[in-house]
């Protein structure tokens, strides 16, 4: 299930939105679901730090003590559906990244959506 509360994530989990972590504990009980944060990538024309920084906001959510509002991987929407060497090299980068942070437990899934452009 991707989870998308702002076009990508709450920054801070404990002051984002409340019915986004008030149903994600629940989403997380069943076994057959797997929660996954949404990231845009614009087409891979959005900075790759922004990428990252968003990566790196979701994988944070497994931190939080409160309730188990973590992901298991990363949703990729906005990916572009033609190939050129810098587009397959942002796609790498950002796919390298995601499957190599911590914070999405046994999982790490990732996901692109190819889109227009």
């Not at 409340?18 to 929660?35: G, M, Q």
């Not at 990729?76 to 810098?86: H, I, K, L, R, S």
Request: glycine share 8%; net charge negative.
């Amino acid at each position: 299930m991707v989870v998308n509360p702002n076009d990508g994530p709450v920054v801070n989990s404990s002051t984002g939105e409340a019915d986004y972590f008030r149903e994600i504990p629940k989403l997380n009980s069943y076994k057959n679901i797997r929660t996954i944060g949404y990231v845009p990538t614009n087409y891979a024309k959005r900075p790759v730090n922004d990428v990252y920084s968003d990566i790196n906001i979701w994988a944070s959510w497994a931190e939080n003590t409160t309730a188990d509002i973590s992901m298991q991987g990363i949703f990729f929407d906005e990916c572009p559906n033609t190939y050129t060497a810098e587009i397959g090299q942002f796609m790498q980068q950002i796919d390298t990244y995601a499957k190599n942070s911590t914070g999405f437990g046994n999982f790490n899934y990732v996901l692109n959506m190819p889109g227009g452009v």
